[in-house]
């Protein structure tokens, strides 16, 4: 029924991580200092007073907008009135709370409009990608320069209000549409990645963002490697911040022992607010002068019970970092590692064909292959016998994830799921208006509908401008 693959989940995820960290990305065969996790701040997402009226068309007619098209285009806004490109960008900004860099940025990325003559008129007609699908005609209903721009700021408001009910969640791991794995570390980028989910769209839109509105004085970008002419410490710039390197096997464990390292004034490091020290990559496995062995997760140091326990995992002995005692004091102690599955695996009984979520010593049963789907779609089975599952305990089942949406065969009501709750849609237009796609809606039976308590219906009000969710009895 299902493919087998043996101990393939956390395998896979941990060579992974490992080919991650001395593979850094490369986008179109450039070292870049592009972070998949961190595209731009908070702040600078909702900085809506960075440029004025004036300053958008003074953009668009005499800067990178010089050589495209949008200087002296107008359109009909949402009011029916005929405005400015100029306008109507820096309107939906004002309106929403949003940056006016953020609608510029994604025109280019989306439709080259900034700096280029449109080939076809179908570009101003989707100028912002807004409601255009992969593999799936446009919404037509949002067709139109103005409406596009409109509906962007807004989109991106509601995710900003709204961030639990989207896929892609700060602090959350989870793969793009483009196979690659991404943990956004603030809200603008899962808002970004929840708004185009795919690395490399988002690195067109990072590059563009930096070329445009990077900030003029900072001397040392994301992912410099600095120190001081008289001082062995190693810094990482990242997110404005100097992050240290304490120990030389924590350095080792990211870079090569050639990696370039600048030298750099303590008047310029001192520009640098210090952030959090740098520490060894999530999964990394850390063998103690005792020569006991731990996995990192997620901050925390996890004693491997048995050698026994690291060849069930998978673990090969040459993925062991040596440490020293003082590296592992700063890392707090997390539970001990006794069964091969510490961080969740899918097993299949090889006889019955019936999968359960295995976590630690908790067997979670999955009863419907909507749910595998839904919760797991890049995850392989491992088949097991029976008197492996019977080493588990038998814990709660498994319920779709946030974001899903589902329909009861044969009927019309579609919902979504919201902290294991399903949220009646309130209609087309809603579920269209949100960015929702058709395709998407897994049906099933009345027993899986039912595992998740009704919750509050999803509506929005009819004025476009306002949106709210609210109870609807």
């Not at 509105?213 to 100097?242: C, M």
Request: aromatic letters at 14%; proline letters at 5%.
């Amino acid at each position: 029924m299902f493919k087998k693959s043996k101990k393939a989940i956390f395998c896979l995820f941990f060579c992974l991580s490992i080919i991650y960290i001395f593979f850094p990305i490369s986008i179109q065969g450039e070292e870049s200092n592009f972070d998949e996790d961190y595209i731009i701040s908070d702040t600078q997402l909702i900085d809506y007073q960075t440029m004025s009226l004036s300053d958008v068309q003074y953009f668009l007619e005499f800067g990178p907008g010089k050589t495209g098209s949008l200087a002296n285009y107008t359109a009909v806004d949402i009011s029916g009135q005929e405005k400015t490109a100029a306008e109507i960008i820096y309107q939906a900004s004002q309106q929403y709370y949003v940056n006016p860099y953020l609608i510029l940025v994604t025109l280019e990325k989306e439709q080259s409009l900034i700096t280029r003559y449109p080939q076809k008129s179908t570009q101003y007609d989707w100028a912002t990608g807004f409601a255009c699908y992969d593999n799936r005609r446009p919404i037509e209903k949002f067709r139109g320069f103005a409406q596009q721009v409109n509906r962007t700021a807004w989109r991106f408001r509601y995710y900003l209000e709204h961030s639990w009910q989207f896929k892609y969640q700060a602090g959350e791991s989870d793969r793009t549409l483009d196979y690659q794995w991404i943990t956004p570390s603030n809200l603008a980028t899962a808002c970004l990645y929840n708004y185009t989910p795919h690395v490399k769209s988002n690195f067109l839109f990072w590059n563009i963002w930096q070329r445009w509105f990077s900030e003029p004085n900072t001397e040392y970008v994301d992912g410099s490697l600095v120190k001081l002419a008289n001082d062995q410490g190693v810094w990482l710039i990242q997110h404005n911040h100097r992050h240290a390197f304490r120990s030389r096997a924590v350095f080792l464990s990211r870079y090569y022992e050639n990696k370039e390292v600048k030298i750099i004034s303590a008047r310029q490091l001192n520009n640098f607010p210090i952030g959090a020290d740098m520490t060894f990559p999530n999964y990394s496995l850390l063998q103690s002068p005792q020569k006991e062995i731990y996995l990192l997760a997620n901050g925390k140091r996890q004693l491997i019970a048995s050698l026994t326990i690291f060849r069930q995992i998978g673990f090969h002995p040459e993925e062991i970092i040596p440490v020293s005692q003082q590296d592992l004091i700063n890392l707090p102690i997390g539970e001990t590692i006794t069964t091969p599955y510490p961080n969740g695996a899918l097993l299949q009984n090889n006889i019955t064909g019936a999968v359960w979520y295995v976590k630690k010593e908790v067997k979670h049963p999955i009863i419907d292959r909507s749910i595998l789907l839904a919760n797991f779609p890049y995850d392989s089975l491992t088949q097991v016998a029976s008197s492996e599952l019977d080493n588990f305990f038998v814990g709660s089942t498994v319920k779709f994830v946030n974001g899903t949406l589902i329909k009861q065969i044969g009927c019309p009501s579609v919902f979504v799921i919201e902290q294991e709750k399903r949220r009646p849609i309130l209609s087309a237009e809603v579920f269209e208006t949100l960015g929702y796609q058709w395709e998407n809606i897994y049906s099933v039976n009345a027993d899986v509908l039912t595992l998740h308590p009704l919750g509050k219906i999803l509506k929005f009000s009819p004025n476009p401008d306002l949106v709210e969710i609210a109870i609807n009895n």
